[in-house]
């Protein structure tokens, strides 16, 4: 190996290092992987938070902060959603969402999950969610304080909504 060959080694992975400590990339040891979890589109993370954040404080409740690894799993969550077709809060991969979490070393107290499709934007996913009982508690619900989401496009360009909740 030439010095040059060297360095170039170096550069990739040190560059490959700094995508998995900036949550770009993250190893899935039951499928034996790397995945790259880059998001569709980071500003609706910030206005999902916002508008959660909106909702429970209407409720007199704090304010969820964004967890980036939540957020990492979520993107996780979509893509194999997107993947193995289905739409499902049990995926066949990884189990149930808290299963999902604890494959990737996730250390939480309580979990939660809620998924959605075919939204647009922002404020259609959160008005679709808000009106349903389920995913309506989960935004609500006291205990937790952490929130991650990952939204994904299909190949038909429609949107694969996976928001998580926790509390550490």
């Known amino acids: 190996m030439t010095k040059i060959q060297l360095a170039a080694f170096m550069e990739r992975t040190m560059h490959f290092q700094s995508q998995i400590a900036e949550k770009q990339v993250i190893y899935d040891y039951l499928q034996k ?17 916002s508008l959660v954040n909106k909702e429970r404080l209407h409720e007199d409740l704090p304010p969820l902060q964004l967890d980036e690894s939540l957020s990492q799993l979520a993107i996780v969550k979509a893509l194999d959603m997107l993947e193995h077709g289905y ?7 990884y189990g149930f969402p808290w299963d999902l979490a604890a494959l990737f070393n996730y250390r939480f107290v309580l979990f939660g999950e809620n ?6 934007t922002p404020e259609d996913v959160m008005y ?19 929130m991650g989401l990952g939204v994904q496009q ?3 360009g429609s949107f694969y ?3 998580l909740f926790s509390t550490k």
């Open 33 to 49: 992987k790397y995945i790259y979890t880059f998001q569709h589109n980071e500003q609706w993370v910030t206005e999902v938070l």
């Open 128 to 146: 679709a969610w808000m009106n349903s009982e389920k995913h309506r508690s989960n935004i609500l619900k006291e205990s937790f304080t952490h």
């Open 154 to 156: 299909s190949g038909d």
């Open 161 to 163: 909504w996976v928001q």
């Open 115 to 120: 998924i959605a499709r075919r939204f647009a």
């Open 87 to 93: 739409f499902d809060h049990r995926s066949p991969i």
